[in-house]
C-alpha cells in the first residue's frame, strides 16, 4: 500500500548545525514530493518541493534531495537557527493529476542556542 | 497563510452537537481541501473539492459532510459530534495546474474538542 513515513521522530541539533530530517515513500508512481513546516499553533507552511523528474532542488539554506532508487526524500537545512524549530512533514502527490497529498507523520526539529 | 482563514480557531461542543468550520480563501484558487491532524497520526484528508460543483471523498470522510457554496468557501460539518473527532482541523487551497504539481496552502486550523 502508499506509505509515507519518516526515519526519525525527533532531532535535535546545535545552532549553527546542518540538519537532515530523511523520509520514506512506497509508491513508485509518485510524481510530486513537498516539505512543509508546521510551528508550534499554526498550519503547516510550505517550505519546498520537488518533481519526480529531478534529483534535487535548492532553496534558501534548504535543499531537498530526491532518490528514486531507493524512494528516499530528504530535506538538508543549512546553519539550522532556532527559528527552524518545528515539525517537518513530508508529502507525496499519489494520486497522479488528482492531486491527492499523503503525508508523513514528522520530524520534530529542536535547535538548541 | 493569512490568504487562508479559518472560523472558529477554537471550539468546544458536547456529544450529539451538530459542529460546522469554516474556511475562506483570497489566493482565487479552485481547489480546496479538509484535513484533521491528530498527534501521531499526521494529516489525513477528509474531503476535497476541485471546483463549486466538485466534491469528492477523502480517506476519513465517515461522520463528516462539506459544502462547497462559492470558489472561495468551503465548510466542513459534523452532524452529530462524537468525541474522537477531538482534533486539529485545517483547511488548504491549490490553483488548478497541469502535472498535479500545486502546492497546498493551510489555513491557521481549527482546535476542535467533543466532550
Known amino acids: 500500500g502508499e506509505s509515507v513515513g519518516l526515519h526519525l521522530p525527533t532531532l535535535s541539533v546545535q545552532e549553527g548545525d546542518n540538519s537532515i530530517i530523511n523520509c520514506a515513500y512506497s509508491?513508485?508512481?509518485?510524481?510530486?514530493f513537498i516539505w512543509y513546516k508546521q510551528e508550534s499553533g499554526k498550519g503547516p507552511q510550505f517550505i519546498i518541493d520537488i518533481r519526480s523528474n529531478m534529483d534535487k532542488r535548492q532553496g534558501q539554506r534548504v535543499t531537498v534531495l530526491l532518490n528514486k532508487t531507493v524512494k528516499h526524500l530528504s530535506l538538508q537545512i543549512a546553519a539550522t537557527q532556532p527559528g527552524d524549530s518545528a515539525v517537518y512533514f513530508c508529502?507525496?502527490?499519489?494520486?497522479?493529476?488528482?492531486?491527492?497529498?499523503?503525508f508523513g507523520k514528522g520530524t520534530l526539529l529542536t535547535v538548541n542556542p | 497563510d493569512a490568504d487562508v482563514t479559518q472560523t472558529p480557531r477554537n471550539r468546544i461542543t458536547k456529544t450529539g452537537k451538530r459542529i460546522m468550520l469554516e474556511c475562506s480563501q483570497t489566493k482565487g484558487h479552485d481547489r480546496m481541501y479538509w484535513y484533521r491532524q491528530d498527534p501521531g497520526l499526521g494529516l489525513r484528508l477528509i474531503y476535497y473539492s476541485f471546483d463549486v460543483k466538485d466534491i469528492n471523498k477523502g480517506e476519513i470522510s465517515d461522520g463528516y459532510s462539506v459544502s462547497r457554496q462559492a470558489q472561495a468557501k468551503f465548510s466542513l460539518s459534523l452532524e452529530s459530534a462524537i468525541p474522537n473527532q477531538t482534533a486539529l482541523y485545517f483547511c488548504a487551497t491549490a490553483r488548478a495546474g497541469s502535472g498535479g504539481t500545486d502546492t497546498q496552502y493551510f489555513g491557521p486550523g481549527t482546535r476542535l474538542t467533543v466532550l
Open positions: 508529502a507525496e502527490n499519489s494520486g497522479g493529476s488528482n492531486y491527492k497529498l499523503t
Open positions: 509508491n513508485s508512481a509518485s510524481d510530486y
